[in-house]
């Protein structure tokens, strides 16, 4: 081509790539990313929605710091082991949605959509910025406006996300996720930008929030530096001499991840307490679990809650073909990320993201997590799309089959997203589809177990919980559940036993300890009932069955007619302590109260507190415990303490 035409179609391209920059276009494109993508989650909404399940029951059903905004040190704050725990960004989302509605999902759903929504948004603005620059450099590249929306729609139709959104403590993914996103884009638009500190100041708060959400914003400024080398800088040296600023601002995301993780508490979500998973079968099993992620961002199905009966790989052995295919995938993505190639990057960012879930770091709340696939869909859909796009030419046929391979892809994605919601539509539906899918899954079996008992097709839930011992005979919470079902049948005896083989898999927990002595104490075995509730609360039980605990005991102490186990002063201690727990508002507490002044002998007192707590009854309209609690009245009248 001679020289004049070859100017002449250089410039053409420079100035379709910056006609691209229209603000109508954007704001048109990213308006039908949105429309199109949250059309598919539109089954979220009807009715009154889905049920809180599987992490959301402790990080939002059971959660009482998101009652309260105020003081922030409650509301950024979390229980130990919770989703939220040690990610004061998600705990505030968590807080903020119940003050705007209580507990009712649909709000927190909205909010998950939204953040969800808002990173496609930021997705199809570095997809658009990096293919713009890509042009401009003479790089083959598809219409930017046009591919970014494609690719973001892709991304957020697709069904693998629907883990991250139905289940709402994981929004902690789709947060961090919206900030790494937002960590790269704003990095990017830095770098080629005029005054680059605004960007750089906006990239550096992005990652401090990312900070805030989840630990893999880790990686980001790393990522950053990856993304450098492959769209803007020769050479890594030559990046960070360009970019210092954004580097050094960057790195206040890991101070303040290093404070997140120091102030929260994983609990036993995080760490070596797998029983019997060690730090290297974590990492050995994660070979295959890498696998599996990648097969289900291209085809995903069979999608699954819980993969609690995924296989440990004890031995090296059992996984070469897995863990050859993953080291071969690292090596080519590390080669090709230090060449400055996109590819690499892209497959570099894969890793950088999953490291956290997928090393040597057991999380024992799920070995796999198809939520954690979150940015990674994204990486890769990138990469399987960027050299089809670049090869189709900017030529009005090209688009036209651009878009209707992108809007063909993300719809069938889109359906598939849909008929995934309505699985998470009743608690029944969700856990029936686990034990279809993986019908050895031992703690799925007892989820649904739980979820019928619930529903009182009691029956159907015994048999389940059953169905999970015998899948894991070791598997304690099972044993629990039973227990609890067989107590709420007045099948007391057996619940004992239930509980006894719970305690003995797991003597280190304190529900297996609180149940057995409650049922000690009905059964009255009381001196071992009150063991073993004192054992519960020293091993920090949850807070919802502190004050029964603490009431069982004070009436065995001042009740009991064996002399041995009396113990008045304990007694008055422990119910002064349970009446200011729960602030004078139960009358059955109250009624412990009671009996702990008589068995010290201030009868006036007793009479007293006994009036309050007929009164709170008579309020209350229930008849047979205001009957039961009167008639202490005249043992305390005549100055003689209440025995059992």
Wanted: with cysteine; charged share 20%.
């Amino acid at each position: 081509m001679p020289a004049a035409k070859k100017d002449e179609a250089h410039a053409r391209s420079r100035a379709a790539a910056w006609s691209e920059r229209a603000p109508l276009a954007e704001v048109v494109s990213g308006a039908l990313v949105v429309l199109l993508a949250g059309a598919f989650y539109f089954r979220f909404f009807q009715e009154d929605g889905p049920p809180f399940v599987f992490d959301d029951v402790p990080g939002v059903v059971q959660n009482p710091n998101i009652e309260h905004l105020w003081p922030l040190s409650r509301s950024l704050g979390a229980p130990p082991g919770t989703g939220a725990s040690g990610r004061p960004l998600v705990a505030l989302s968590l807080a903020l949605n119940y003050a705007l509605g209580g507990r009712s999902i649909r709000g927190y759903l909205l909010l998950d959509l939204g953040v969800h929504l808002a990173a496609a948004l930021v997705l199809f603005a570095l997809v658009r910025r990096a293919l713009l620059h890509a042009r401009e450099r003479d790089r083959p590249a598809p219409p930017a406006t046009l591919a970014a929306a494609l690719l973001a729609f892709v991304w957020a139709a697709h069904p693998l996300h629907t883990m991250a959104l139905a289940n709402v403590v994981y929004r902690n993914e789709a947060l961090v996720g919206l900030f790494y996103l937002a960590t790269l884009w704003c990095s990017l638009e830095g770098m080629l930008a005029r005054r680059p500190l605004p960007w750089y100041l906006l990239a550096a708060l992005a990652g401090i929030c990312g900070a805030a959400s989840k630990e893999v914003i880790v990686s980001a400024p790393i990522a950053v530096l990856l993304l450098d080398r492959a769209l803007v800088s020769p050479s890594f040296r030559a990046a960070l001499r360009a970019h210092g600023k954004l580097y050094a601002l960057l790195a206040l995301s890991w101070v303040a991840l290093a404070c997140c993780v120091s102030l929260g508490d994983r609990g036993e979500s995080v760490g070596v307490g797998i029983e019997a998973v060690t730090p290297l079968d974590y990492l050995r099993t994660q070979a295959g679990v890498i696998l599996h992620y990648l097969r289900l961002v291209f085809w995903p199905h069979p999608l699954v809650l819980d993969y609690d009966d995924w296989p440990i790989a004890r031995t090296w052995g059992a996984v070469v073909p897995e863990g050859l295919a993953v080291l071969a995938l690292l090596c080519i993505s590390t080669f090709g990320a230090l060449r400055g190639r996109v590819w690499g990057f892209l497959g570099a960012l894969c890793f950088l993201v999953l490291a956290p879930s997928s090393s040597v770091i057991p999380l024992t709340g799920a070995i796999v997590g198809e939520h954690r696939t979150y940015l990674c869909v994204a990486a890769l859909a990138l990469l399987a799309a960027w050299p089809l796009a670049a090869a189709l030419q900017r030529t009005r046929v090209a688009a036209a089959a651009l878009t209707v391979v992108g809007l063909g892809a993300g719809g069938a994605l889109g359906l598939a997203t849909s008929a995934r919601v309505d699985d998470y539509y009743t608690g029944v539906s969700i856990w029936e589809d686990v034990v279809r899918k993986r019908p050895g899954n031992a703690k799925a079996w007892s989820s649904l177990g739980t979820v019928y008992n619930a529903e009182g097709r009691l029956a159907e839930a015994e048999e389940a919980y059953r169905r999970a011992m015998a899948l894991n005979s070791r598997y304690h919470e099972a044993h629990v559940n039973l227990g609890n079902l067989l107590l709420n049948t007045n099948r007391i005896a057996e619940a004992n036993e239930a509980y006894a083989r719970a305690l003995a898999l797991r003597s280190d927990v304190s529900e297996p300890h609180y149940y057995y002595g409650s049922t000690a104490v009905a059964l009255g075995r009381a001196a071992e009932g009150v063991e073993h509730l004192r054992r519960a609360l020293d091993l920090g039980l949850d807070a919802r069955l502190v004050p029964s605990a603490l009431q069982q005991i004070v009436w065995v102490l001042s009740t009991s007619s064996d002399d041995a186990l009396r113990d008045g002063p304990a007694a008055l201690r422990l119910a002064r302590e349970l009446d200011r727990m729960t602030k004078s508002s139960n009358a059955v507490f109250l009624d412990a109260l009671a009996v702990a002044f008589a068995e010290n002998g201030r009868f006036e007192d007793a009479i007293e507190t006994t009036h309050r707590a007929l009164r709170l009854l008579d309020f209350t309209g229930n008849r047979g415990a205001f009957d039961t609690i009167e008639q202490r009245l005249g043992a305390y009248a005549e100055r003689r303490p209440w025995r059992q």
